[in-house]
């Protein structure tokens, strides 16, 4: 079983930047495809970005605007979060779902754990 926990979050104002970290324990963190979404009030979660095993992020809409990264060595998986906005509020996730084989990395349902979640709020 491998359990997730974020941080970082907090209220920030727009055009601020915040970095929001989640460590993984229970699982050879190495082998993990670990992925942030986000969730706010009233909508569905989306997919924000996702980074291989081997450490090849992949993005959606968010990129240039967030980068996520990992240090295997220290379990953790971050997001680097720039000129955000109001509309960049949400809970966000980390989710993790175990290599090697291939898997729609943007579709929320091949995660198989997920962290209990960090508020980000932007303040306009």
């Known amino acids: 079983q491998v359990q997730l926990v974020e941080s970082g979050g907090g209220l920030v104002q727009a055009g601020g930047s915040l970095r929001l970290s989640c460590t993984a324990s229970g699982h050879t963190f190495s082998s993990l495809v670990m992925a942030w979404f986000r969730q706010a009030p009233g909508k569905d979660r989306e997919f924000v970005a996702a980074v291989y095993e081997n450490g090849n992020p992949y993005y959606e809409a968010m990129k240039g605007q967030f980068t996520i990264s990992r240090d295997n060595a220290r379990n953790a998986v971050y997001l680097q979060m720039n000129s955000l906005s109001p509309e960049d509020s949400a809970v966000y996730f980390c989710?993790?779902?175990?290599?090697?084989?291939?898997?729609?990395?943007?579709?929320?349902?091949?995660?198989?754990?997920w962290g209990q979640g960090t508020l980000v709020t932007v303040s306009s």
């Open positions: 989710a993790a779902r175990p290599g090697p084989e291939m898997f729609p990395i943007k579709d929320k349902h091949y995660y198989v754990y």
